[in-house]
Each structure stands twice: as structure tokens, then as C-alpha cells.
């Protein structure tokens, strides 16, 4: 009599199919989700200062622009990487082919194949901010005020963006047409970018309160300066446990939309 297997093993199946295919097109992945960040570092934390164009601050939020741009890259990796390894995949998948049909046909609610995918998207998140990270510091040489006293509670910041913006990616994969892709990086992707603080610290807009406190709906704020108070804590930055639980609220919030979205698409 043959045994149904149970729903972690077909999640371990679907996840372990992935991790396969992740693992032959890892180059490809790394190149995508690192080349824009290792631009930034390039441009931003190495040219620009050995021009003297960005050097040491005057004002009373940073001493070193590169003390405050590190985190930023890192978070904005942590973005690309968790939205594209979801959101692209499921576009794709949903399309013309309908190739989400084979995994649908798996014994597991559908809610379990959409978990799949977020999960995906966290590792590949995590992976690229390991990548990342060494990257800029090569690049940017001696930067002050960087420590890795607090890796547990930075790993906990890049677990939770990678979690924010896979759930963010399955709900705009699964929202979005084929045919709007193009719409979805130039109208959301690119202004959460150079509104998320990655290239400049939050506590940077107390001189425009009304700025500051418009980009608190982006949840790129949250895990830049989240990366900040524990990779850079003496740049002032936003208390890390607000940090925490808004990225908690953003993963229940983008997790419930992208779900339903995912199930009217599968039902469809």
C-alpha cells in the first residue's frame, strides 16, 4: 500500500528542486543580484571619495559617507535579490506556459507551493547579502565605525528583509502580468530603492520632517536602518527593535496579500 507523503516532505521536495536548480545558475544569480550593488560600491564608496567629492561629513549625522552607504548597499542586495528570485519566477510560471500547473498537481494545499517560493526567495536573499557584504568591504577598504559585535542581531535584520520582500515579490508576481514587469521595477522597485535610505541614513531627513516621515512606508527604510544599528552603530539611526516589528508587520501584511493573489491565480 503506498504511503501519501506528508507536507513537509513535499515541501522539502519542491525546495530541494530549486536549491538544484539555484545551485547550477548560482554565477547567473550572483551576477544579477551583485552587480548593481557592486556598481554602487564602486561609484559611491570608492571613486567619489578618493575624488574628494564625498569624504568626511560636517553635519552631526555621519562622520564617513562610507560608514553609512555600507549598510544601505547590503539592504538594497537584500531587495533585488528576495523581490526578482520571487516575483520574476512566478510571472513566468503563471504566463503563457502556465509551468505552475506541475507544481499545483503536488498532494499539498496551495498555500504550501506559495510558502515554497518565499523560502526560496529568503535563501537566495540571505546568500546575496553574504556575497555583497565582503564585496563592498574589499572595495571600500577601511571603513569606520563598521563592527561584527552584533552579527547575530544583523543576521536577524537580513532574515527578516529577506522574508519582507519575498512575500512582497510573491504578491507582485502573482499581481502583476508578464506584460507589466517593466511597470513594476520602474514604478515600485526604483523608488523604494532611492527612497528606502539606503543611500543615506534615515536620522539624515530630520532637516525635512515631512520626507522622513513619508518613507516610512517603505520597507527598505527598515532594513537599511536596521543594518545600520547593528553593522554601524555609531551612525544615529532608527531604534533597531522598530525596525524589527515593522518588518514583522510587513511580512504578515505582504504574506496575506500575496497568498490570496497566488490562490485566485492557481484557482484561475
Not at 532608527?238 to 485566485?264: K, N, S
Request: glycine share 10%; aromatic share 8%.
Amino acid at each position: 500500500m503506498s504511503r501519501v507523503a506528508g507536507t513537509h516532505e513535499v515541501l522539502g521536495a519542491l525546495l530541494l528542486r530549486d536549491l538544484r536548480v539555484a545551485r547550477r545558475e548560482l554565477p547567473w544569480f550572483l551576477l544579477r543580484v551583485g552587480l548593481q550593488p557592486v556598481m554602487l560600491t564602486i561609484v559611491f564608496g570608492f571613486l567619489l571619495p578618493k575624488m574628494g567629492f564625498m569624504g568626511r561629513g560636517t553635519g552631526p549625522v555621519m562622520s564617513d559617507y562610507t560608514t553609512a552607504l555600507l549598510p544601505g548597499i547590503l539592504a538594497l542586495s537584500i531587495t533585488l535579490s528576495s523581490i526578482q528570485s520571487v516575483a520574476l519566477p512566478l510571472v513566468q510560471d503563471f504566463g503563457f506556459t502556465k509551468e505552475i500547473e506541475d507544481r499545483l498537481l503536488a498532494p499539498v494545499e496551495t498555500w504550501v507551493v506559495a510558502l515554497e517560493k518565499i523560502v526560496m526567495g529568503v535563501l537566495q536573499g540571505i546568500v546575496s547579502a553574504l556575497f555583497v557584504l565582503p564585496a563592498a568591504w574589499l572595495i571600500m577598504g577601511d571603513v569606520p565605525g563598521v563592527t561584527l559585535a552584533n552579527v547575530g542581531s544583523s543576521l536577524v535584520v537580513i532574515l527578516l528583509g529577506a522574508g519582507a520582500f519575498s512575500a512582497l515579490g510573491l504578491w507582485l508576481g502573482t499581481a502583476i502580468s508578464a506584460q507589466q514587469v517593466g511597470l513594476m521595477f520602474s514604478a515600485i522597485v526604483a523608488p523604494m530603492i532611492m527612497f528606502g535610505c539606503t543611500y543615506y541614513p534615515w536620522r539624515g531627513l530630520d532637516v525635512l520632517p515631512v520626507m522622513k516621515y513619508a518613507v516610512l512606508i517603505n520597507p527598505l527604510v527598515y532594513v537599511a536602518e536596521g543594518l545600520r544599528g547593528t553593522l554601524t552603530p555609531s551612525v544615529p539611526h532608527m531604534p533597531l527593535a522598530v525596525a524589527m516589528l515593522m518588518l514583522v508587520a510587513f511580512i504578515a501584511v505582504f504574506l496575506m496579500a500575496g497568498l490570496r493573489t497566488f490562490h485566485r491565480r492557481a484557482i484561475g
